[in-house]
């Protein structure tokens, strides 16, 4: 019998991880504990909104809410880049490692302090890995060429296209690549070819791409994706509830000693 593959996913959800990502890390690892097998954070740093890496904090004396996020390379990126190729504005780094000491712990502000990854994703998933989140965990990114190129072939998608000196992530409707602008409006950007290696899964094709690839035995999810996912894409997967946690939304901050 093969080997148990338990896998979650997520956006990059903060340069401190919201606390339902913990909760789902720490439900992998009960999991594992149960059945044995591997671990996967299937890590879908495809995303382009820049709301996902919102942290919120709270005051280590007053225990006021702060949110904070990355300050980008400049609009165009903000909006439409995904967040593998969004750039961190230069002053963004020191600025906020400023007001860090407020909310976290001095080792936790210095492995922010040292995390020196340009792009939004990367610095994410550097500061899980200082946290030990990532120990034993393997993360597969659906930005990677190697799995777009092994993925299914899916009939909604976004594409990684070029637009005024950037790369943004245009979904392809009707046969065009279009950026949403909010509403019911859409730029449409002009006809263009592209491979495999440019394309990543929409919201309810995600679970059929990534299954195509990572081909887990169990999937952990939270109350939001279990409303949305569609088991009938991967029956064979035993879907698990993520472990409660309180106040969800907000950062998880712990740091190993």
């Known amino acids: 019998m093969a080997s148990p593959i338990i896998c979650f996913g997520q956006q990059p959800c903060g340069f401190f991880p919201r606390r339902f990502l913990y909760a789902k890390i720490m439900t992998a690892r009960r999991l594992q504990s149960e059945i044995g097998g591997e671990i996967v954070f299937f890590c879908h740093?495809?995303?382009?909104?820049?709301?996902?890496?919102?942290?919120?904090?709270?005051?280590?004396?007053?225990?006021?809410?702060?949110?904070?996020?990355?300050?980008?390379?400049?609009?165009?990126?903000?909006?439409?880049?995904?967040?593998?190729?969004?750039?961190?504005?230069?002053e963004w780094h020191d600025k906020t490692a400023r007001q860090l000491g407020a909310f976290v712990e001095p080792r936790a502000v210095e492995a922010f302090k040292t995390n020196s990854a340009a792009q939004v994703?990367?610095?994410?998933?550097?500061?899980?890995?200082?946290?030990?989140?990532?120990?034993?965990?393997?993360?597969?990114?659906?930005?990677?060429?190697?799995?777009?190129?092994?993925a299914c072939d899916v009939s909604e998608f976004f594409v990684d296209v070029p637009c005024d000196g950037e790369i943004v992530r245009a979904r392809f409707l009707d046969g065009c690549l279009?950026?949403?602008?909010?509403?019911?409006?859409?730029?449409t950007l002009p006809a263009m070819a592209f491979t495999k290696e440019q394309i990543s899964p929409t919201r309810d094709s995600r679970l059929r791409w990534m299954q195509s690839v990572l081909h887990c035995t169990h999937y952990v999810a939270g109350l939001g994706e279990q409303a949305y996912l569609n088991h009938a894409d991967a029956p064979e997967i035993t879907y698990v509830s993520r472990d409660p946690i309180d106040r969800s939304d907000e950062a998880y901050t712990e740091f190993p000693l």
């Open 178 to 187: 279009k950026l949403h602008e909010g509403g019911d409006c859409f730029l």
């Open 45 to 90: 740093d495809s995303d382009h909104d820049p709301r996902e890496t919102q942290t919120i904090l709270r005051h280590r004396k007053t225990d006021e809410i702060a949110k904070l996020n990355f300050t980008f390379a400049n609009k165009l990126q903000r909006k439409f880049s995904p967040l593998h190729l969004k750039n961190i504005a230069p």
């Open 121 to 150: 994703a990367d610095f994410c998933l550097e500061m899980y890995r200082r946290m030990g989140l990532l120990d034993g965990i393997r993360v597969a990114r659906s930005s990677d060429p190697a799995i777009r190129r092994a």
